[in-house]
């Protein structure tokens, strides 16, 4: 029998060959969404017509506050920028404060949980006490208060998506902590760990080479539902006037920022975009993240598998 390539062995795509139907759809409308998001986040400098700071082209400064037209799809902001650049580029941001922030968050995570669940005792005791405390704690919250200490509320890109970065590590750090913790301690007493034991393999050993493996199996479904959280944290970060400033990177928290005096005035497209690539986004994430988690739900699984033969009893029944 052939071995399953990579690709295939990805748990987005062998969740895609289990969909059907209503799920596969939403699946399949959440998948194409966070690939458009990437390859613009990826394409930016190719596709936005202009610099996520440029007020002026060879025929002049844009404006403030101009209408769509054919030299601005999408109009300009109070500031002078153009609308549709400014949103193409906040894809950018937006990708780098999800990397940063969950890729700190699993790592973290991790560690501590499979150290906590494999060794237990007074240290076990601790993290859990610390883990359940965080909860405790907005994650905005923390984003403004790391923006403070990081930057003073004024925010390079590396400042604010960094706040952004810690206050949702922080937050996400006890979700992975309790998932890889719970696996380690059901694996842990597993044949094939005592075995280790008894053939001389350190702890450290055992965690890293035989626990870990088996205890991380359900983080992509984490992974999906934090990453649309912490773009809400960044955009709330920048709409509460505590993002990243205009000249150093396009956040789209910061635009819907600046926009609130346009929209009683009459210009709408300033928020309208912006607000719309926020919506889609985390729209598109949600969707893969709840398709996923849908799949792995072993009762689920069930009433589908149940559903199918029931299915297939009644044209068996028709057709004779």
């Known amino acids: 029998m052939a071995r399953e390539s990579l690709f295939a062995r990805l748990p987005v795509v062998r969740s895609y060959r289990q969909s ?3 799920q596969r759809g939403m699946l399949t409308a959440g998948l194409a969404i966070c690939a458009v998001f990437l390859l613009t986040a990826i394409l930016a400098p190719v596709l936005a017509p202009y610099g996520f700071s440029q007020l002026s082209d060879a025929d002049g400064t844009f404006g403030a506050r101009q209408a769509p037209s054919a030299e601005h799809v999408l109009g300009t902001t109070a500031g002078g920028f153009d609308v549709l650049s400014r949103v193409i580029w906040g894809t950018q941001t937006a990708l780098f404060a999800i990397v940063v922030s969950v890729a700190m968050s699993i790592f973290i995570g991790i560690l501590l949980g499979v150290v906590s669940g494999y060794l237990g005792g007074w240290i076990d005791r601790v993290l859990v006490v610390i883990c359940d405390a965080i ?6 919250l923390l984003a403004i208060v790391a923006a403070i200490v990081i930057s003073g509320g004024q925010s390079s890109l590396v ?9 949702i590590t922080v937050v996400f750090i006890p979700q992975y902590f309790r998932v890889v913790r719970a696996e380690t301690v059901r694996i842990k007493s597993e044949a094939f760990v005592e075995s280790a034991k008894v053939i001389g393999a350190s702890p450290w050993r055992i965690m890293m080479r035989h626990v870990l493996r088996n205890a991380t199996r359900t983080l ?3 992974f999906t539902l934090n990453a649309s959280e ?3 944290t960044l955009a709330g970060l920048g709409f509460l006037g505590f993002g990243i400033e205009p000249t150093a990177a396009a956040e789209w928290g910061y635009d819907l920022n600046r926009s609130i005096e346009d929209v009683t005035s009459g210009v709408w497209w300033t ?11 985390v ?3 949600t969707l893969v993240g709840e398709s996923l988690n849908d799949l792995a739900d072993p009762r689920l699984r069930t009433r589908r598998a149940v559903a199918k033969r029931a299915a297939v009893a009644v044209e068996g029944g028709v057709s004779a």
């Open 230 to 232: 912490a773009i809400l």
């Open 220 to 222: 992509p479904l984490i």
């Open 283 to 285: 729209l598109g994430i």
């Open 271 to 281: 928020s309208i975009f912006p607000g719309v690539a926020i919506v889609l986004v």
């Open 135 to 140: 909860y405790a704690f907005p994650t905005l």
């Open 20 to 22: 059907v139907g209503l």
């Open 159 to 167: 400042g604010g998506v960094f706040a952004a970065a810690i206050s």
